[in-house]
């Protein structure tokens, strides 16, 4: 049966919140986690759950964590989309005073996917994780895979930002437009010539000083 569905969207919040990852917590997570060097999730350590620390309070509906890449959620998007999402694996969201923040989730999922854009797009791989990012010089070249969506209408990429295809996001337009936008992406059936899914050896890092002023 033919699909209507030629696009997916990249789900992100109308208002952008950040939350800073406590330099303790991510000083002590195992490195068989989070990427030393990236700080993005390893692939080995799905399905276990990750459990963040924030040093501050959780806002909005998608809070965006510093120096961290993982995804955090509020619960009234996760009940919203829940069964599109029994491929991933949930966490807690440990906030001010290491108390459980009960509104908040951490989600992601293995493997990621790629999106990827023209001969002109440059990728990036961590040379530690070899985690790969797509590096574009504008949103106009990014397309994504068709395959990628065909056994789950969400996905995420390496940085776990959300992708989902039309069906889903007819639901949040009826549902959270006020607080979640879509940003369309075309979907391809193949890589553009010379893709390899490997870009150049990058070696990401925290910058420094990356912690804060107050700390001793
Ligand atoms: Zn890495």
């Known amino acids: 049966m033919a699909t209507r569905t030629e696009y997916v969207y990249s789900l992100v919040p109308r208002k952008e919140t950040y939350v800073h990852a406590e330099p303790d917590w991510i000083e002590a997570v195992p490195p068989e986690m989070l990427c030393t060097a990236c700080k993005r999730i390893n692939d080995g350590w799905f399905p276990r759950a990750i459990d963040v620390v924030a040093r501050n309070r959780f806002s909005g509906w998608m809070p965006s964590m510093w120096w961290v890449a993982v995804e955090i959620s509020c619960r009234n998007l996760v009940a919203l989309l829940e069964p599109y999402l029994r491929h991933f694996s949930f966490g807690q969201c440990l906030g001010e005073g290491g108390r459980i923040d009960p509104k908040y989730v951490t989600m992601y999922h293995r493997p ?12 990036r791989t961590c040379r530690v994780c070899k985690a790969t990012w797509y590096n574009c010089k504008g949103q106009r070249s990014i397309r994504a895979l068709r395959s990628d969506f065909a056994a789950h209408p969400i996905r995420q990429d390496s ?3 959300l992708y989902v295809t039309e069906e889903v996001a007819d639901i949040v337009v009826a549902k959270c437009f006020k607080q979640m936008k879509l940003i369309r ?9 010379g ?21 001793p």
């Not at 996917?113 to 797009?121: A, F, M, N, R, V």
């Not at 992406?185 to 010539?193: F, G, K, T, V, Y």
């Open 112 to 123: 990621y996917i790629l999106l990827h854009g023209d001969e002109y797009t440059s990728y």
């Open 195 to 215: 893709w390899t899914g490997v870009g150049e050896e990058f070696d990401y890092q925290i910058p420094v000083p990356w912690r804060w002023q107050d700390d």
């Open 185 to 193: 992406i075309p979907l391809d059936d193949a890589r553009p010539p």
């Open 159 to 161: 940085t776990g930002s």
